[in-house]
């Protein structure tokens, strides 16, 4: 009996992840392969960082999203190499995959622009980890301002510094202007949680840059109402223990403070740097891999590259954005390529169907650029809602985050704002 051909999915992502539902009613074998044995909701993580939602809320475990696709196994490993030439996967454990089709879709990573050692102070938001960090080292910040008796330490204590004026850094800063204004209000007898001073630093001319110039004043502006200071046209030249050091014009600046948070750009995962290593593969200045139309990489057309892992770039446009629906649809894609690949002819090329960009401010407040229409507010921040739960991937995250949000909204409580893990904070110098 002849074997059906295997197919390995590194990353079990957006992209992985559809992928693998994609191809599974192709006759081919497919292996997942990831680090974790769950699916994570990246847009989401900012609300466990902030406390309004828990880790289980946003993620799933992989086996059970795909145990009803019978030609799908899981497998939970670390791909630490590859070997092209023998058409396999190695991993930590020491043993090896072999496939005859291999997609990467392992994401991206922080990026601290050639300061690799701002990640100690400033921690980005890619994983659970760094929501859970997060969500630590901001609590702990007003609890420690609690007991502080010296006022100049417990203002440092008490400020916020977001980096990066993109999406993630919006959401950060108005949820963080939520948990300081709403939530912990009536919570501490020796400080206001209200004084607390949150700042967004963009080093462009504005923040959400990628969108129209109106949605982003309007952002700005909202967050301004919330308490937030929005600098833009700041960068940030140093991060050091309790200090960030910004330039604004010819003029620098240094900013006490005891929370620092990094969302101001992204690398491509490790494994672009090994493929190129190994075929030759063009990257681009962030890592990302330069792909064929199909996907696939022209060096080595068995191997397909998807996601915020892939630099893609259609005629005429920039590259793709490194968001989850480009993620999302170059998944379903590879099973047409696969497909066409199997009945020995080319797959047609990769078109990105674009429905928009939505980014949200705090309760009630979000702006959505559609293409087609453009709006701002409480009816941007319910097409905000709805799309995030219509993305989620499982029946029950959805129930469990519709209800945390409702109750979110009626009380202004974040009942996941614990603090948990090693009492390792450095104090402030």
Known sequence: MEQLPHLVIVGGGFGGLNAARSL??????????????????????????????SPANIAAPLRSLLRKHR????????????DPAGRRVLLRDGSAVSYDYLVLATGARHHYFGHPQWEAQAPGL??????????????????????????????????????????????????LAEVAHKTLRHDFRNIDPR???????????????TYPERLSQKAADGLTEMGVEVRTNTAVIDIQPGVVTVRTGESSE??????????????????????????G?????????????????????????????????EEGKPPLPGVAPVAMQQGAHLARVIQARLEGHEGPPFRYRDRGSMATISVARAVADLGWIRFSGYLAWLAWLFLHLLYLVEFQNRLLVLFQWAWNYLTRNRAARLITGVNDEAPLP
């Open 24 to 53: 599974s009613r192709l006759p081919v074998r497919i292996t997942l392969l990831d680090r974790r044995n769950f699916h994570l909701f990246q847009p989401l993580l900012y609300q466990v960082a902030t406390g309004a939602l």
């Open 71 to 82: 030609n799908v196994t899981v497998l939970l490993g670390e791909v630490i190499d590859l």
């Open 126 to 175: 890619k994983t659970i980890e760094d929501a859970t960090l997060i969500r630590r080292r901001v609590l702990l910040a007003f609890e420690q301002a609690e007991k502080e008796s010296d006022p100049v330490r417990a203002r440092a204590l008490l400020t916020f510094v977001v980096v990066g004026g993109g999406p993630t850094g919006v959401e950060l800063a108005g949820a």
């Open 195 to 209: 004084s607390a001073r949150i700042l967004l630093l963009e080093a462009g001319a504005r923040i959400l840059a």
């Open 254 to 279: 240094t900013l006490p403070c005891h929370t620092i948070l990094w969302g101001a750009g992204v690398q491509a995962s490790a494994l672009g740097q090994m493929l190129a290593r190994h075929t």
């Open 281 to 313: 593969a063009a990257l681009d200045r962030a890592g990302r891999v330069i792909v064929g139309p199909d996907l696939s990489v022209p060096q080595q057309r068995e191997i397909f590259v998807i996601g915020d892992l892939a630099h893609l770039a």
